[in-house]
């Protein structure tokens, strides 16, 4: 009867340590019932190091490099009363916030006439103000390249590259102008402000 229990136990406590494969408070229970040390394994590779790489910041200094380099000037005094293609009268300096300043002109009767600086907005990046009508043309103002945009409706604007990453804008709003009269002020008012941009 003894041997019949005793058999009995045995097969118990294998079926529970799995056939000879349990762990128990870092033990391993062998077949026949007997708790012995688990084999030592060898150490797990390091991990590799998860650490943010860190890379020295970018130079904010010069032109087109993050700075804002037009935190000099007054878009206000990029043209003169003696330099407009027609009166503009006195412009109204805004602070949009999204781009940078502008000077705002509403000539009596005229187009709508505003020069903006873009901080960190480069001029290929306004190119979608052409929409589906309208044209987009390279330019040369004096030493900066740019672009020409119309919507193929009422506005015309220039964009003047400043450096790497920035750019001033001339736009005009259609009155009465056609758009071709439009462009063709857009040019003569972004010739006279350029000089007053910083150099590429």
Do not use: W
Request: proline content about 8%.
């Amino acid at each position: 009867m003894k041997t019949a229990l005793r058999s009995l136990f045995l097969v118990a406590v294998l079926a529970t340590a799995g056939c000879g494969g349990g762990a128990i408070g870092g033990q391993v229970l062998s077949g026949a019932g007997v708790l012995s040390s688990p084999p030592s394994l060898p150490p797990l590779p390091s991990a590799p190091d998860r650490s943010p790489a860190t890379t020295a910041p970018a130079s904010s200094a010069g032109t087109g490099s993050g700075a804002n380099v037009f935190a000099a000037m007054n878009a206000c005094d990029l043209i003169g009363p003696d330099q407009q293609p027609y009166p503009f009268g006195d412009g109204e300096r805004t602070h949009p916030g999204a781009h940078g300043e502008a000077c705002v002109y509403a000539p009596r009767d005229r187009a709508a006439v505003s020069i903006q600086f873009l901080d960190a907005t480069k001029a290929g990046e306004m190119t979608d103000h052409a929409g589906a009508n309208g044209k987009v043309v390279p330019v040369t103002v004096g030493k900066h390249s740019g672009l020409q945009i119309d919507n193929g409706l009422a506005t015309c604007m220039v964009v003047i590259s400043v450096g790497e990453a920035d750019s001033a804008k001339v736009s005009l709003e259609a009155a009465h102008e056609s758009l071709d009269e439009l462009c063709g002020y857009a040019r003569r008012i972004a010739e006279v402000i350029e000089p007053k941009l910083p150099v590429e």
